[in-house]
């Protein structure tokens, strides 16, 4: 079963978006000539930016199935991005064919391909809705239509994070989001962090800036205190490449992404 929630706005192709520019960095098909530009720009800082945007989706790869196999059987994603196989209620359904998953994001073009993130299972669900996450409650109030409230969910937010900067709220948004879930359900949360390379930051915040979406790289401490609360899951807040790497991963290398899961007890 599949739902879409509200209508796409105009798409400004001369202005570069996070999304589309993540989903150049990931060798997809879905971006303009501003997000080229603006990615190319953001690699000059940091070469190996492509791996970093491969090792984040292995994250969520690796996490959705840890989840899965922990009897999470339904998803809240966030910060969706342009649907990239296998996404998240592909990996999911294929635990647990009746998964529900419902999906989020706030760029237009991810609605234009929503069709995609919406083909999962006859017996699952997926769902979509246009919203901005620093819109919690509008979030909630939709994902409360499709997904069981009183069952544990796991909530995804996956190189998203670091796009709220601090005078929005971001530690406030994350609880709100987590306080209406019930114990037993997760938190899966990957970002990017500065101690790699402090310098280049400010540079690449202004290329991102410069779209209307400001980046802001946050520390070990900083990344961890988003699981405030919450039963940090083995090994903890870590770099990517180090969270229960598999057979099925590509980045070895480490890169300045930290990532964690956590449990609402």
């Not at 101690?195 to 946050?218: C, L, M, Q």
Request: with cysteine.
């Amino acid at each position: 079963m599949t739902d879409q929630g509200f209508s796409a706005d105009f798409i400004d192709t001369s202005v570069p978006h996070s999304a589309r520019m993540y989903d150049w960095f990931l060798d997809g098909k879905d971006h303009y000539a501003a997000d080229v530009a603006a990615a190319k720009n953001v690699m000059t800082l940091m070469p190996g930016v492509k791996d970093t945007a491969r090792s984040n989706r292995e994250f969520m790869h690796r996490a959705t199935r840890y989840l899965g196999h922990a009897g999470i059987t339904q998803f809240l994603d966030i910060g969706t991005g342009i649907p990239t196989e296998p996404n998240l209620h592909q990996i999911a359904q294929r635990i647990t064919p009746n998964a529900r998953v419902v999906y989020a994001d706030n760029d237009p073009i991810v609605l234009r391909h929503a069709e995609a993130l919406l083909l999962g299972t006859p017996e699952g669900r997926t769902a979509y809705i246009h919203a901005d996450i620093r819109s919690p409650e509008v979030v909630l109030s939709y994902a409360q239509d499709h997904l069981d409230f009183s069952q544990p969910i796991g909530l995804s937010l996956v190189a998203l994070m670091q796009f709220v900067t601090d005078d929005q709220g971001p530690y406030e948004i994350v609880k709100r989001l987590l306080d209406p879930l019930v114990p037993g359900s997760y938190l899966m949360l990957s970002h990017v962090t500065w101690e790699f390379d402090p310098e280049i930051w400010e540079r690449v915040d202004t290329i991102y800036r410069a779209g209307g979406t400001p980046v802001k790289a946050r520390s070990h401490d900083e990344v961890t205190r988003f699981f405030d609360g919450l039963e940090l899951c083995d090994p903890g807040v870590i770099l990517s490449t180090h969270w229960h790497p598999d057979d099925e991963i590509r980045v070895r290398e480490e890169q300045p992404l930290y990532v964690g899961v956590a449990r609402k007890s």
